[in-house]
């Protein structure tokens, strides 16, 4: 089992910075391919950006590319998504997700076993 806690969520302008973190906790915890996942009122959940248990492969969503950055620290347990830029459109509940594992970046979320409870990001204009 692998347990899993997001915080850095918030109210921010179009333009500003927040960075997200997801510590992962349980037997297997730094052995996860991890993701990050977002569901805006009336839309589907969708990838935002993956990360492969050892930090190596990454991938993001087009939306987000060279302003979302996703990393991790395995001694810490902890996947992080630092958001610049921020623009209104990405407003909506952010989900971390894992993989027990060793596995390269996930796309797909029914891929991955364990979810966390979400945290809220919304962007004024």
């Known amino acids: 089992q692998v347990q899993l806690v997001e915080s850095g969520g918030g109210l921010v302008q179009a333009g500003d910075s927040l960075r997200l973190s997801c510590a992962a906790s349980?037997?297997?915890?730094?052995?996860?391919?991890m993701g990050w996942f977002r569901q805006a009122p009336g839309k589907k959940r969708e990838m935002v950006a993956a990360i492969g248990w050892s930090g190596q492969s990454t991938t993001y969503t087009d939306s987000v590319k060279g302003r979302f950055t996703i990393s991790r620290d395995n001694d810490k347990n902890t996947m992080y998504l630092q958001m610049n830029s921020l623009k209104p459109e990405d407003t909506a509940v952010y989900y971390c997700?894992?993989?027990?594992?060793?596995?390269?970046?996930?796309?797909?979320?029914?891929?991955?076993?364990?979810w966390g409870q979400g945290t809220q990001v919304t962007v004024s204009s």
């Open positions: 997700a894992a993989k027990a594992g060793l596995y390269g970046a996930l796309t797909v979320a029914t891929t991955y076993d364990y």
């Open positions: 349980g037997r297997t915890s730094n052995r996860i391919a």
